[in-house]
């Protein structure tokens, strides 16, 4: 059985990233524009809620920035405690933390009508 308010809060966070990729297609990708910080997190919002972890490797191919640039943010993430790992599946499997989903969810709530 499903929860429609977290399939609303999935569909809005991939909403967003639609948004966001669609928008590089008008203006060029030089990262003037950009927001890899939001669109990582909202990468891994949308897989913590599909119950899984994601790894590096998948969030450095879905995201619209480098690899390094995505690796700091994820560090900063870390230090902020918004991510962790994922517990037997090694170090470069993360999730959301509680905390931070919670916060996501809060957020995702509030512009829900726009």
Known sequence: MTDPILDNHVARAQRFLAMQRERSLFFSNDGIFGDP???LLLEI???TEKQECISRDELFAELSTTPAIASRWISVFFDRQY??????QGAD????TDNARQACVAYLD???NL
């Open 37 to 39: 910080a939001w669109e």
């Open 45 to 47: 919002y949308i897989a």
């Open 83 to 88: 991510v962790t790992d994922c517990e037997g």
């Open 93 to 96: 499997n993360i999730r959301m």
């Open 110 to 112: 509030s512009v829900m």
